[in-house]
């Protein structure tokens, strides 16, 4: 009788997430990326049970660079970029223990050998593939000419990725620190857009009104359960001439095969995070600091090679 009433709750989760899931996806399909405020919407939610391959539109993405339909019973999608070198992180990031999964899709061969140490330890069969940069596979949000359009009347623009939490990890920064470092190259530019993370819009929204208070521009790609946040967030790039970050993510990779230089600004910050950070973490920030802690508005080879390492080798024009 338990084995019975505890399905039935596991059918009911799913198909009480699938319809508000599906809800809000047709709800803000219009919304873009200026109306941060309304896109950080904490009722949004993936489908349960298939959370990790559907975050930030994953799935969409990823069908597109592999040419089908994803089987979300027997494959999985790593949800970012991970640069952990701890194989056991591969069992916190998804559901990749899951029986049934056949197939995992993740990004550049670098994780793929990860992901096989885990796999080899715990006598577990998958095939990884990897699929390079997923935003690569993802519709622009907004038609060509639209973009033209804000393009003009922005001009130049500095995007600046300010480091953010999430449910794992609580991150502090100083935004009088990050806008001072912003303040220093500003008449370089004609707009600055600060691109928030969700969570953050919710969770310190006087942060956003101190970057409005100083003329920026703030941005959101939405909640990470909306299927059209690669979307939103392959335009917000696209759009940008120069990328600044204080936070080490998966937008420094995509922003990079999109053909934007980046900026690391780096920052002692105050984190807690389940992971903590590991020998990986902290390597990945050395080399952040050696190449990308220079203002060049050039993409060097030493760039790419360390974008290919992680997110993997796309096909550039």
């Known amino acids: 009788m338990k084995k019975l009433i505890k399905i039935i709750q596991l059918i009911f989760g799913f198909c009480k997430s699938l319809i508000v899931y599906k809800y809000y996806s047709m709800k803000f399909k219009k919304i873009d990326f200026f109306q941060y405020k309304t896109l950080a919407n904490p009722n949004f939610c993936c489908i349960r049970g298939f959370a990790s391959s559907t975050h930030y539109g994953n799935h969409l993405a990823v069908s597109h660079l592999i040419h089908k339909r994803i089987n979300f019973i027997r494959e999985y999608i790593e949800h970012g970029v991970s640069f952990y070198s701890n194989p056991e992180c591969v069992r916190l990031l998804g559901y990749i223990d899951r029986k049934g999964i056949k197939t995992v899709y993740t990004f550049?061969?670098?994780?793929?050998?990860?992901?096989?140490?885990?796999?080899?330890?715990?006598?577990?069969?998958?095939?990884?593939?990897?699929?390079?940069?997923?935003?690569?596979?993802?519709?622009?949000?907004?038609?060509?000419?639209?973009?033209?359009?804000?393009?003009?009347?922005?001009?130049?623009?500095?995007?600046?990725?300010?480091?953010?939490?999430?449910?794992?990890?609580?991150?502090?920064?100083?935004?009088?620190?990050?806008?001072?470092?912003?303040?220093?190259?500003?008449?370089?530019?004609?707009?600055?857009?600060?691109?928030?993370?969700?969570?953050?819009?919710?969770?310190?929204?006087?942060?956003?009104?101190?970057?409005?208070?100083?003329?920026?521009?703030?941005?959101?790609?939405?909640?990470?359960?909306?299927?059209?946040?690669?979307?939103?967030?392959?335009?917000?790039?696209?759009?940008?001439?120069?990328?600044?970050?204080?936070?080490?993510?998966?937008?420094?990779?995509?922003?990079?095969?999109?053909?934007?230089?980046?900026?690391?600004?780096?920052?002692?910050?105050?984190?807690?995070?389940?992971?903590?950070?590991?020998?990986?973490?902290?390597?990945?920030?050395?080399?952040?600091?050696k190449l990308f802690s220079d203002f060049s508005q050039t993409i060097t080879h030493e760039q790419i090679a360390f974008t290919e390492y992680y997110y993997g080798k796309w096909e550039r024009i």
Request: some cysteine; aromatic content about 10%; glycine content about 4%.
């Open 108 to 289: 550049s061969e670098q994780r793929v050998d990860t992901i096989n140490e885990y796999l080899k330890t715990h006598n577990l069969h998958r095939k990884i593939v990897p699929v390079g940069p997923y935003i690569l596979g993802a519709n622009h949000h907004k038609s060509t000419e639209e973009l033209v359009s804000i393009k003009k009347q922005a001009g130049r623009i500095l995007l600046v990725f300010p480091t953010h939490s999430c449910e794992t990890n609580e991150v502090n920064y100083s935004v009088e620190f990050l806008i001072n470092k912003i303040e220093e190259r500003r008449n370089e530019f004609n707009t600055v857009f600060v691109c928030l993370y969700w969570m953050e819009v919710l969770k310190y929204p006087q942060v956003a009104s101190l970057y409005e208070a100083q003329g920026y521009t703030v941005v959101s790609a939405g909640h990470r359960s909306d299927p059209l946040f690669l979307s939103r967030l392959k335009d917000i790039i696209s759009l940008s001439d120069m990328v600044f970050t204080n936070g080490i993510g998966t937008h420094i990779g995509y922003s990079i095969c999109l053909s934007k230089p980046v900026c690391f600004i780096n920052e002692d910050l105050n984190k807690s995070d389940i992971f903590h950070e590991d020998e990986g973490i902290k390597s990945v920030r050395e080399k952040l600091i």
